[in-house]
């Protein structure tokens, strides 16, 4: 009976305690679909473009280093490397030879390219241009050291008299060598068009 006395007081006194109504208000604040495009748009004008349009034009003499994030490299009219200069033409690089229809200037070699990819990073050699044509030209004092290089889409790679020629597991069209120094391949493949050598001085070793 006290019990339930004393809850009957407590009810009585609770109805007669006036209760404040507190409204909270949030706001919510939403940012229109525009924006979003907006700041996407800019994050693609300002990241994306130097990957989708990264190439180089190249012509005249040439030497230095050839790198991923110039490639590819257009060569749009005949290149030169000069004697006792290198070229150097790193992993991942793409050479395009894209000269005007129904003309055509290799690549004169006169000093020393170097090329060397990985194993699953060729340097490649691409061109559209009919099979007679030659990629990379020697007169005699030319030097190539070649490693996991390939070819797409061309004729001859290399052609005429070199002074030392050093390719390992590469994957190119026919090369003619009229003369050379010093010739050494090992492990490539040459079975879409195979090679022929004319003559070669000093040093022969095929591996």
């Not at 208000?25 to 679909?33: G, H, N």
């Not at 005949?78 to 000269?99: A, H, K, S, Y």
Request: glycine fraction near 6%.
């Amino acid at each position: 009976m006290v019990f339930n006395f004393f809850i009957c007081k407590t009810s009585n006194l609770l109805r007669n305690i006036p209760f404040t109504s507190v409204l909270v208000k949030r706001e919510i604040s939403v940012c229109p679909a525009w924006l979003f495009a907006l700041v996407g748009f800019l994050c693609f004008a300002m990241f994306v473009p130097n990957v989708l349009v990264a190439q180089t034009e190249v012509q005249g003499e040439v030497s230095g280093v050839w790198t991923r994030e110039g490639s590819p490299y257009l060569v749009v009219n005949v290149c030169t490397i000069p004697e006792d200069d290198t070229l150097r033409i790193e992993p991942g690089v793409e050479v395009r030879f894209v000269m005007p229809e129904n003309r055509f200037d290799p690549m004169i070699l006169n000093g020393t390219l170097i090329a060397h990819g990985a194993e699953n990073d060729s340097v490649t050699f691409s061109s559209q241009l009919e099979p007679g044509i030659s990629l990379i030209e020697s007169e005699g004092s030319g030097c190539v050291n070649a490693e996991f290089v390939r070819t797409l889409y061309i004729g001859r790679f290399l052609f005429g008299e070199f002074d030392a020629v050093e390719i390992h597991r590469s994957r190119t069209n026919w090369s003619r060598f009229n003369e050379a120094r010093v010739l050494i391949l090992s492990h490539n493949d040459f079975s879409r068009a195979g090679m022929s050598v004319m003559g070669v001085r000093e040093q022969l070793e095929f591996h």
